[in-house]
């Protein structure tokens, strides 16, 4: 076992700075969330981004106030809770089948691709497998004898507990409402084959389930009181809806998914997986099957009962949801399906050792000879390790090599921000920087370049380059590979600053374009009143065409000064085409510029476009021009208290 934590240890801990390639959407989303609880918030259940239970952030906010805002205090609760995942899977593997089972599993959950990819990733559905694993430990049934006697009142501060971790499950992911449901199965199994165990072991069952609804019950009031808390199963549960309403054909088609997850076709989503890719070669894979095939055969044993009591409920949350074998649905059943492989494997040499035997050894080997066990450990050790090796090869082959290094999935994890966190560490003469992101990223590319830079005093501007420029006071621009800048932009780029050098990737692809802003050749002049909440200035619009066609697109291009930091978060810009009464014939309303980011004296360029209505009548139309909150709606005001700023009309003629 400590070969395999040390292995472990090595899965979750190498390369942490480049598998995963960069932050995900939803660790950075945690990440704000726990940070908020650092500084004094709260919640009972936080319904934001779909819904979350608090347990493990207020978990993660204590690493984050111990370890500071950066990458170790959010990825070493996962890193434990994955080491902790493994130890404890040997420590019950023992006790439901034996010692072997226990360390084949541990090992499997040690290298194995599913494993390895929640323990390296700072969200909470790693936390529900520990918890899990420590609860069951607690209340699974030992052997009762002489020398090793267990009173009721013994059992008690187990039940207390147990109780306690299982009510930290239920408030830690969705798939911790399938716990008391594993028990309960649990013990319906023990009513049918093991009533001398049930009478044994209910009360303190029902007891450790009983605490888990009472600790949980303030979070699952809070959530009925919560509007829009349901709105997780509506994004997942589309299956799960239809089947009520009688239609069961997608919760069938899911439901065959999932049984297919083990070697046939696995996670779709590459946000977690080489989509479609199993969670089982299919040597390993028949290895798991096998330890189904004997589980039922061995139905009245308790360990094998349990098993597929556990794997079954264990992926039932995928029977119903979207998408079909999804990994994050079912990580309650993590543990077991690798503790089904490992006993697969065990009893397939061991069925071997016996056949191949003779029936003196055999019967030595059945009457506990101590050297005959060792030697069966042995043969068990030599013929499994292969597996073990090739599971870890595939693991390193296929996460750290073919899924980490894959563009798309490296532009979901904001590998570009990690690389420019890398070049602005070494470039420590830069401290002023306007970057180009994706518009869905401009305020989560922030806290992932926050998280992965090491030195301070670099001031970020962010914006989106397919449809703004930013240009610092002083400084450089920064653009990835995959921010390809619109037309206009490139146009803007090319008048505006010159290409200072092109930074190279380690296989020798461009990495980053760096452009430096040249003198100001324009002649930029504020224009009268054109001053919105005494912070950002209407500096020059470049004359555009002044007539157009129905049916035809116009460009403006605009360009803006900060004139003092903007108090508000967000603003959104918008450009309209006003018909004789006022009302909107055509408009852009965008927003391509994280506005928080700038500082006083940053100048940057909006292009905003309209394309007229194909039965617009021809006349004269008045343009205006603003900001306004995106949240409220509520409009920024120039000097003279009106809310817009009117360009120049547009003429529409007849086409």
């Known amino acids: 076992m400590v070969a395999i934590l040390l292995i472990a240890a090595a899965f979750r801990f190498a390369a942490i700075g480049d598998a995963p390639p960069g932050w995900r959407d939803d660790e950075l989303i945690e990440f704000d969330m726990d940070r908020r609880i650092?500084?004094?918030?709260?919640?009972?259940?936080?319904?934001?981004?779909?819904?979350?239970?608090?347990?493990?952030?207020?978990?993660?906010?204590?690493?984050?106030?111990?370890?500071?805002?950066?990458?170790?205090?959010?990825?070493?609760?996962?890193?434990?809770?994955?080491?902790?995942?493994?130890?404890?899977?040997?420590?019950?593997?023992?006790?439901?089948?034996?010692?072997?089972?226990?360390?084949?599993?541990?090992?499997?959950?040690?290298?194995?691709?599913?494993?390895?990819?929640?323990?390296?990733?700072?969200?909470?559905?790693?936390?529900?497998?520990?918890?899990?694993?420590?609860?069951?430990?607690?209340?699974?049934?030992?052997?009762?004898?002489?020398?090793?006697?267990?009173?009721?009142?013994?059992?008690?501060?187990?039940?207390?507990?147990?109780?306690?971790?299982?009510?930290?499950?239920?408030?830690?992911?969705?798939?911790?409402?399938?716990?008391?449901?594993?028990?309960?199965?649990?013990?319906?199994?023990?009513?049918?084959?093991?009533?001398?165990?049930?009478?044994?072991?209910?009360?303190?069952?029902?007891?450790?389930?009983?605490?888990?609804?009472?600790?949980?019950?303030?979070?699952?009031?809070?959530?009925?009181?919560?509007?829009?808390?349901?709105?997780?199963?509506?994004?997942?549960?589309?299956?799960?809806?239809?089947?009520?309403?009688?239609?069961?054909?997608?919760?069938?088609?899911?439901?065959?998914?999932?049984?297919?997850?083990?070697?046939?076709?696995?996670?779709?989503?590459?946000?977690?997986?080489?989509?479609?890719?199993?969670?089982?070669?299919?040597?390993?894979?028949?290895?798991?099957?096998?330890?189904?095939?004997?589980?039922?055969?061995?139905?009245?044993?308790?360990?094998?009962?349990?098993?597929?009591?556990?794997?079954?409920?264990?992926?039932?949350?995928?029977?119903?949801?979207?998408?079909?074998?999804?990994?994050?649905?079912?990580?309650?059943?993590?543990?077991?399906?690798?503790?089904?492989?490992?006993?697969?494997?065990?009893?397939?040499?061991?069925?071997?050792?016996?056949?191949?035997?003779?029936?003196?050894?055999?019967?030595?080997?059945?009457?506990?000879?101590?050297?005959?066990?060792?030697?069966?450990?042995?043969?068990?050790f030599l013929v499994t390790l292969p597996l073990v090796a090739l599971s870890a090869f595939l693991t390193a082959r296929d996460y750290f090599g073919a899924w980490a290094s894959d563009p798309f999935v490296r532009f979901q994890y904001h590998a570009p921000t990690r690389d420019i966190a890398r070049w602005l560490d070494e470039e420590t003469g830069v401290t002023d920087v306007a970057i180009g992101t994706h518009p869905n990223y401009l305020w989560l590319d922030p806290l992932a370049l926050e998280l992965d830079l090491v030195r301070e005093g670099v001031m970020a501007r962010w914006f989106n380059p397919g449809a703004a420029l930013v240009f610092p006071r002083v400084g450089v621009v920064v653009l990835s590979p995959t921010q390809t800048p619109g037309h206009e932009i490139e146009s803007l780029l090319v008048a505006d600053t010159e290409l200072q050098q092109q930074t190279l990737d380690s296989t020798g692809g461009p990495a980053l374009a760096l452009y430096r802003r040249n003198p100001p050749r324009m002649g930029f002049i504020p224009l009268p009143n054109g001053t919105f909440d005494g912070s950002i200035t209407l500096r020059r619009i470049p004359t555009s065409s002044e007539t157009a066609s129905p049916g035809g697109l116009i460009v403006w291009r605009t360009l803006w000064q900060i004139d003092r930091p903007v108090s508000q978060p967000r603003l959104k810009s918008f450009l309209h085409v006003l018909d004789a009464q006022g009302q909107i014939a055509a408009g852009d309303d965008r927003e391509d510029v994280n506005v928080s980011s700038l500082q006083a004296g940053d100048v940057f360029w909006q292009v905003s476009s309209a394309t007229l209505p194909t039965d617009l009548a021809p006349g004269v139309y008045q343009v205006e021009a603003g900001w306004y909150h995106p949240e409220t709606g509520e409009r920024l005001r120039l000097p003279d208290g009106s809310d817009r700023f009117l360009l120049s009309p547009i003429e529409v003629t007849a086409p």
């Not at 501060?157 to 408030?171: D, K, Y």
């Not at 000879?369 to 043969?379: E, F, G, T, V, Y």
Request: proline share 6%; with cysteine.
């Open 38 to 380: 650092v500084q004094g918030w709260r919640p009972l259940f936080i319904a934001e981004a779909e819904g979350h239970e608090p347990f493990y952030h207020y978990l993660h906010a204590a690493t984050i106030a111990l370890f500071g805002e950066n990458g170790v205090g959010t990825k070493w609760l996962p890193f434990a809770f994955g080491m902790l995942s493994v130890a404890l899977t040997f420590a019950l593997a023992r006790r439901m089948f034996d010692a072997r089972v226990a360390a084949l599993a541990a090992a499997l959950m040690a290298i194995s691709f599913w494993p390895v990819m929640y323990a390296r990733l700072g969200l909470r559905h790693i936390g529900v497998v520990p918890l899990m694993l420590g609860a069951f430990c607690l209340l699974y049934p030992r052997d009762v004898t002489a020398s090793n006697p267990q009173t009721s009142k013994s059992k008690i501060p187990n039940s207390l507990a147990a109780g306690l971790l299982l009510g930290a499950a239920l408030m830690t992911y969705f798939a911790g409402r399938a716990l008391p449901l594993i028990l309960a199965g649990f013990l319906t199994y023990l009513l049918v084959f093991h009533r001398a165990a049930l009478r044994r072991v209910w009360l303190h069952d029902v007891a450790a389930i009983v605490l888990a609804v009472v600790v949980a019950a303030p979070m699952f009031v809070e959530i009925a009181r919560t509007p829009g808390a349901e709105k997780r199963t509506e994004v997942v549960g589309g299956p799960f809806i239809a089947a009520l309403r009688g239609d069961l054909r997608p919760a069938l088609e899911t439901t065959l998914g999932t049984l297919g997850m083990f070697t046939f076709a696995g996670d779709p989503e590459s946000l977690y997986n080489v989509p479609g890719r199993p969670v089982f070669d299919w040597l390993t894979g028949l290895c798991f099957y096998l330890g189904v095939l004997w589980c039922l055969v061995r139905t009245k044993q308790m360990g094998p009962g349990f098993a597929l009591v556990w794997l079954l409920v264990g992926i039932a949350p995928a029977f119903v949801s979207v998408p079909a074998a999804s990994f994050s649905h079912t990580i309650a059943a993590q543990p077991v399906v690798y503790m089904l492989a490992a006993y697969g494997a065990v009893e397939a040499v061991s069925w071997v050792s016996r056949r191949v035997g003779d029936a003196t050894s055999h019967f030595k080997l059945q009457t506990s000879n101590p050297k005959l066990q060792r030697s069966s450990s042995k043969a068990v």
